[in-house]
């Protein structure tokens, strides 16, 4: 096996499913099952009677590994549609998170800059504390998170990859 099979990627997988009771559980437990990582989940109702839903999962393995995953989701019921989307064609992804920062002085004023490179949005403030909305790509926010460290960064919340297909294709 050469060594391009044998190294690890990161893989956005989308899963169309049944929005019904104990779907994710399914997904969750073959992950867990089988010792498969997720770096990150994402489920809602995508569809106008709420009966469909979508799961995203990043996760990352060998090509043989993320094959088999794609294969066993692809199995369990009620899945429609399974997607690699990192690997099937362009998408889009992005992810949420929003940043609690504390302090005073010229950190606070540092943090307002940094916010206004990243685009950051301040949802809250109050004498001693701002908290930032981020949306974009997960090495996006981490780099923001970085520069905020030093400056009082208290408390982190993300949300998950949420990913679709671009283009006139859907999953």
Known sequence: M???????????ISVLVDNESGVLARVIG???GRGYN???????????????????????GTEMVI????????????????????KD???????MALIKVVGGGEARSESLRIADAFRARVVDTTTGSFVFELTGSIEKIDAFIELLRP????????????????????L
């Open 30 to 32: 073959l992950f867990s």
């Open 2 to 12: 050469s060594d391009a099979a044998q190294s690890l990627r990161s893989a956005t």
């Open 38 to 60: 997720i770096d990150s989940l994402t489920v809602a109702a995508v569809d106008q009677d709420r009966t469909r839903s979508r799961i995203n999962v990043v996760t990352s």
């Open 67 to 86: 094959g088999q995953i794609k294969a066993q989701l692809d199995r369990l019921v009620p899945v429609y549609r399974v997607a690699d989307l990192s």
């Open 89 to 95: 064609g362009p998408h889009v992804a992005r992810e």
């Open 151 to 170: 400056l009082g960064l208290a408390e982190v919340s993300r949300t998950g990859i949420a990913a679709i297909a671009r283009g006139v294709g859907t």
